[in-house]
């Protein structure tokens, strides 16, 4: 047995610790009786461990019996999800060593009296460890799987067209760095229809004549839309539409509400304004390239049922509108349709236009803001801010544009 | 994609607790020849609760830190059907396919307090040579 050195002895009593204590002048009055003595255990290097800093939340997640999920992806770096969080895993070397005890007594255990000696063994020592930083889920990749076999309608499902893939909600959080929450989320905004136990983009046509069927139905029916009998909308026997599309339809362009009527409460449905008018404008906008405003508004609010009114602010984040231009026009530029990434959506955006204002410009970076950062924190990161000539504050890019 | 869980097995008592010490440096080997099983040093405590520790001819004292946020010493589970795990899924995302499953990992223990000790010069002891630690 090699190794014996005067201050390291392979077992020890605690009149030796007690010994060493006092060559090392320390204070044995002001020192515990007790004494635990640290040894290296005999298979430390088969125990092979990762250490992850968690946040108190995460743990009583765990500890109730739930799961974090590690979604890692080809190119990026790995993510944490909770059930309503995303996070990114990063690694962190240390040049400390970090000695992990399972046995350790915290001094108030130490016993009292005479004391003893107490054999504690090091399981293991680390010098990397995982940090967790919440971040802004990976959805991007959605709209591309989605996009392999769109739904246009029952009929059409076993055509050539709809040969691609469809995905579930199990198979999408097997391909998608986000958390459950944050894909139901995702899926809602992209109108996104649970059909058949499968996740579907619905055709924009096809929604549209899903949509002009419920308020032509309402008309006939001399019902509101304010107030649309939802289950009665879905159970008419003659309905063109499957129930689950109607009912998708009214979600999306509507909002539940439960009215309280003589006889018990009843599920209704309210159409948004907001949502119906956006819709048509959608219709007119896209595949036309530009538009000249004055046309477009003058179209658009033909188009719309009787009763509703266009608002241009109902187009954020969908149309974009060149005031510089003569005559002025529009142009469909939904928000969905940029890059996720944001140097790389800062870029597209200064590409499509140079200068932009903060009233343009914050619709289409909104959703870029992580958890603590706010529009003007992006623009200072991304955008270098100027004033023109007639004292309009603007912003373009920091960078030459790709 | 690669996707994987990390779980905390329900046991009787909850997960265990363990102790961090934090040492500055590495802990360097005298010899190669390394000995498992051998002894590092002594912890003392003082009456007011501070930690000591003796290493080799090194005295070092630390204090009592509570973690802002606590570790998860997470270990590997153990697949029956072991298929071929060798690559740490931690470390790159790597994967040939779409949505390959890999090994959970478990919450061995949680670590709440660590116990920080400063030193200069680094102590020296015997240790098992540093393989795949």
């Known amino acids: 047995m090699a190794g014996k050195s005067r201050f390291l002895l392979t077992e020890g009593t605690l009149q030796e610790a007690q010994a060493v204590a006092e060559q090392a002048k320390l204070d044995l009055t002001d020192l515990n009786s007790s004494v635990q003595s640290l040894y290296l255990s005999q298979d430390m290097g088969d125990h092979e461990v990762r250490l992850v800093e968690l946040d108190s939340s995460m743990v009583k997640h765990l500890e109730a019996g739930n799961s974090l999920m590690v979604r890692g992806d080809k190119a990026d770096m790995a993510v944490v999800c909770t059930d309503d969080s995303t996070f990114e895993l990063k690694s962190t070397q240390t040049t400390n060593s970090l000695l992990l005890l399972p046995d350790c007594r915290a001094p108030e255990q130490l016993v009292g009296g005479d004391g003893c000696l107490l054999h504690k063994e090091v399981y293991c020592i680390s010098h990397l460890y995982l940090e967790l930083k919440q971040c802004r889920p990976k959805l991007k990749k959605l709209q591309t799987l989605l996009q392999e076999n769109v739904f246009t309608g029952p009929e059409y499902e076993s055509d050539e067209k709809h040969t691609g893939k469809k995905y579930t909600t199990t198979d999408l959080l097997s391909l998608i760095q986000a958390s459950e929450k944050e894909l139901l989320q995702e899926l809602r905004k992209l109108h996104a229809v649970h059909y058949d136990g499968y996740w579907r983009l619905v055709d924009f046509d096809y929604m549209g004549n899903v949509l002009q069927y419920i308020m032509d139905t309402v008309d006939c029916q001399s019902w509101s839309y304010d107030q649309i009998p939802t289950d009665k909308l879905l159970s008419m026997e003659d309905n063109v539409y499957p129930r689950v599309v109607l009912q998708h339809c009214l979600d999306c362009y509507g909002d539940r509400k439960t009215m309280e009527l003589d006889g018990g409460s009843e599920e209704v449905h309210v159409l948004s304004e907001d949502k119906v008018c956006r819709y048509f404008a959608e219709y007119l906008l896209k595949g036309v390239g530009k538009f000249n405003l004055a046309e477009f508004l003058q179209t658009w609010k033909e188009s719309v049922p009787v009763g509703m009114t266009t608002d241009l602010q109902q187009l954020e984040g969908v149309a974009l509108i060149d005031k510089k231009s003569h005559p002025q026009v529009i142009s469909h530029f939904p928000v969905t349709g940029l890059p996720e990434d944001a140097p790389d959506r800062f870029n597209r955006l200064f590409r499509t236009r140079e200068k932009w204002t903060l009233e343009d410009i914050t619709p289409y970076i909104r959703d870029l803001c992580e958890r603590k950062q706010t529009v003007g924190s992006l623009l200072t990161k991304f955008a270098r801010a100027s004033t023109l000539p007639d004292g309009t504050k603007v912003y373009n890019s920091r960078v030459p544009i790709k | ?133």
């Open chain 2, 1 to 133: 994609m690669v996707q994987f869980a990390i779980r905390m097995p329900q046991t009787e008592g909850g997960c265990p607790e363990w102790t961090m010490v934090e040492l500055q440096g590495e802990l360097e080997t005298r010899d190669s020849s390394g000995l498992p099983g051998n002894r590092l040093g002594d912890l003392h405590f003082t009456k007011g609760g501070q930690p000591i520790v003796l290493i080799g001819h090194h005295v070092l004292h630390g204090k009592v830190v509570e973690l802002e946020k606590p570790f998860a010493v997470l270990v590997k589970e153990k697949k029956k059907d072991n298929k071929d795990d060798s690559t740490d899924s931690m470390d790159t995302g790597d994967s040939a396919e779409d949505s390959e499953k890999c090994s959970d990992y478990l919450v061995k223990a949680v670590i709440r307090n660590k116990l920080v000790f400063k030193n200069r010069p680094r102590p020296i002891i015997n240790l098992p040579h540093k393989k795949g630690l």
